[in-house]
């Protein structure tokens, strides 16, 4: 705390360290291992970004707070510490806290850390600079919200948070720092001894002996077993105790969006292209971090089939479990210690699932595979979306250790199905939300926090929502190479507005030139009409590790509507009729 301290004006008798909350908050985070914020300056945290940036905590700044938020939400994911977003009050507040809403549905820990106005305006509503009671309004749509009003509490606030975020179900942590805080002023001993440093954040839960012993017990009696595994998988990192659970237990195995990688998609158990036959077919499904959501139709619906499965579901959250359907098995604690529980019961002579179901999986992959192929190899210009894929996917096949950040409708889809992924946490995307939005900011994240090159491929719709923040990328030198799948719309670049006025509701100005738009902030900009330019391109922004921004040309008429999910767009009835 020395470095924090400062000396009182020399008075008659006594000199005094003192500190204050500007300090001990840049201290409570250094103290707890929190070395990076992402957010936009202002009043009343100016001070506090340029003190911790002078204090060696890595402060980035951004465009909107909205793509600070969505970095520090998936630096939670990334790292398992809580990715902290600094905000100024009420609009930049709100701003962030759609990231942090979406953090906590995604089950990301993150701290907002927003500066508020006076509280006793506030509370009497009397008109104070961006009044707001934030803390009341992010309550409902995070873990916990907490508000520090004396600096001798700081080192409290900051452990709750942290705690909060991190136990259990991660989470986003809502931390309301009001501006008379940061000035408020003690005696530096006294601040030093008010901090906490948060032991064992985010303790082990061991599942209970029966638990595994009954999950086993199901798994054995299937004829056709699958495990899925979900991003909270890929969260716990457990990598090898479920490569060896998998791998031991002989299952096929199908990977959620973010949990590609955690075993390479090329691995032979994997069955994530025969997606369809393997949910409908499959008779116990257990479930490695993953919940019964939309994305799994609910463990009902049109994919799942009318014969009665059976359900294990390992996650930290009890509550989680008989959510949709019946869990059959649930067993509950952290994945590390689930997996390592089910490695150690199940002894060295598992039997493998029958010769048959494995075999027809394989059968169905190959098939899809086999079809995919010649897609994947089409020199068409302008491009369709498999053959700008095929270009990609061989990037990332020699580059493994590349993170591929993912957003879009068509292109999120197909690049989902298209690109393998062989390494765990290498591939970032909208999460359960399918939110537009989070591609700058998870790419910035996954560049700050991981050192490794990013390639993000963007629908040109996806990417308005965060664009500006090339010149984030560009100002930090990030080794970012954004492919935008330029379509000329969402969805598709080919709607006409029957009224014959404005454009249609869904079509962008045509022929854009996104490419342009690094440039303006020093970065390397490429227009990619064919799939042999594009591969050269983004292999020369791999290599360099420059900002770089590829502009690929993709036919207007190649996606479909709402890509792999149109099913969910409501029909007009009269429509219907
Ligand atoms: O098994 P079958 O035979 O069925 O085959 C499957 C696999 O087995 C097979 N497969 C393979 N075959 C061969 N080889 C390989 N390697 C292989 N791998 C798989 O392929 C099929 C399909 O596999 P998949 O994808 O795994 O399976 P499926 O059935 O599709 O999976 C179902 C889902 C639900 C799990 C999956 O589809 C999924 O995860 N979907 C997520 C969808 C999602 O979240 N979408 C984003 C939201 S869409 C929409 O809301 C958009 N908006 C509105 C908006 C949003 N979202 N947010 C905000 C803040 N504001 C507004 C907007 C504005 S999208 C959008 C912009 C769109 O325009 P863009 O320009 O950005 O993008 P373009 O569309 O490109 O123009
Ligand atoms: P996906 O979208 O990939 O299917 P979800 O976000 O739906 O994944 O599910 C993730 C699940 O993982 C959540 O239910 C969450 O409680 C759980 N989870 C997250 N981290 C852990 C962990 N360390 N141990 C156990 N479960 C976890
Ligand atoms: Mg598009």
């Not at 507040?93 to 509280?119: D, K, Q, V, W, Y």
């Not at 359960?432 to 700050?448: D, E, H």
């Not at 969805?491 to 690094?518: E, L, Q």
């Amino acid at each position: 705390m020395a470095d924090a301290a400062v000396k009182a004006p020399a008075a008659a008798e006594e000199v005094q360290d003192l500190t204050d909350g500007f300090h001990l908050v840049i201290d409570a985070m250094k103290l707890n291992g929190i070395h990076t914020i992402y957010g936009v300056p202002g009043i009343p945290i100016t001070d506090l970004g340029r003190m911790a940036q002078a204090a060696g905590i890595r402060v980035l700044s951004f465009r909107h707070e909205q793509n600070a938020g969505y970095a520090a939400a998936i630096a939670g994911f990334l790292t398992k510490k809580p990715g902290v977003c600094l905000t100024v009050s009420a609009p930049g507040f709100l701003n962030g806290l759609t990231a942090l809403a979406h953090a906590t549905t995604n089950c990301f820990p993150m701290i907002l850390i927003s500066g508020s106005s006076e509280r006793e305006i506030v509370d009497l509503q009397q008109g104070d600079y961006e009044e707001m009671d934030q803390l009341a309004i992010a309550k409902p749509l995070c873990k916990a919200a907490y508000r520090v009003l004396h600096a001798a509490d700081i080192g409290i606030g900051f452990a709750r948070a942290i705690r909060a975020a991190v136990s259990g179900r991660p989470g986003g942590v809502y931390l309301d720092l009001p501006a008379k805080l940061f000035g408020q002023v003690m005696n530096a001993e006294a601040g030093r001894k008010s901090l906490v440093q948060v032991i064992d954040p985010a303790p082990a839960q061991i599942p209970a002996p029966a638990a595994v012993k009954r999950a086993l017990d199901v798994l054995k009696g299937a004829k056709r077993p699958l495990i899925i595994l979900g991003k909270g998988a890929a969260y716990a990192q457990a990598d090898d105790a479920i490569r060896t659970f998998v791998e031991k237990s002989g299952v096929p195995f199908l990977p959620m969006s973010m949990a590609k990688g955690l075993l390479p998609d090329t691995h032979p158990q994997c069955a994530g292209a025969a997606r369809s036959t393997v949910l409908k077919d499959s008779d116990v499904v257990m479930m490695i971090g993953a919940r019964l959501n939309w994305l799994l139709s609910h463990g009902k619906g049109r994919t799942w089939g009318d014969a009665p499965k059976k359900f294990v579901q390992i996650d930290i959250e009890p509550r989680e479990m008989d959510s949709n359907v019946e869990i059959a098995a649930p067993v509950v604690g952290d994945i590390g210690s689930c997996v390592a529980a089910l490695n150690e019961a199940m002894g060295g002579n598992w039997a493998p699932p029958p010769a048959d179901w494995t075999g027809a999986v394989k059968a169905k992959r190959d098939e899809n595979v086999t079809k995919m192929a010649p897609r994947l190899m089409n020199n068409k210009s302008p491009m369709d979306y498999h053959g700008a894929l095929g270009a990609l996917r061989a990037i990332i096949a020699e580059r493994p250790d590349a993170i591929l950040v993912n957003e879009g409708a068509n292109t999120l889809d197909l690049t989902r199905g298209v690109i393998d992924i062989y390494q765990p946490r290498k591939r970032l995307d909208v999460g359960t939300w399918g939110v537009m939005g989070i591609g700058m900011g998870s790419a910035i994240a996954a560049a700050v926090e991981t050192g490794k090159p990013v390639l993000c491929i963007e629908g040109d719709s996806a990417f308005g929502f965060s664009g500006m923040e090339v010149e984030t990328i560009c100002r930090y030198s990030l080794p970012i190479c954004i492919v935008i799948f330029n379509n000329d719309g969402i969805y598709r670049g080919v709607d006409v507005n029957s009224a014959g006025s404005d454009p249609a509701t869904t079509v962008f100005v045509k022929g854009a030139r996104y490419d342009k738009m690094i440039e303006a902030f020093g970065g390397h900009g490429v227009n990619a009409t064919t799939p042999d330019e594009l591969k050269r391109a983004v292999n020369a922004a791999m290599d360099s590790g420059k900002p770089t921004l590829i502009n690929a040309v993709i036919d207007p008429a190649a996606g479909s509507e709402s890509g792999r999910i149109g099913n969910l767009n409501p029909q007009s009835a009269l429509r219907k009729k």
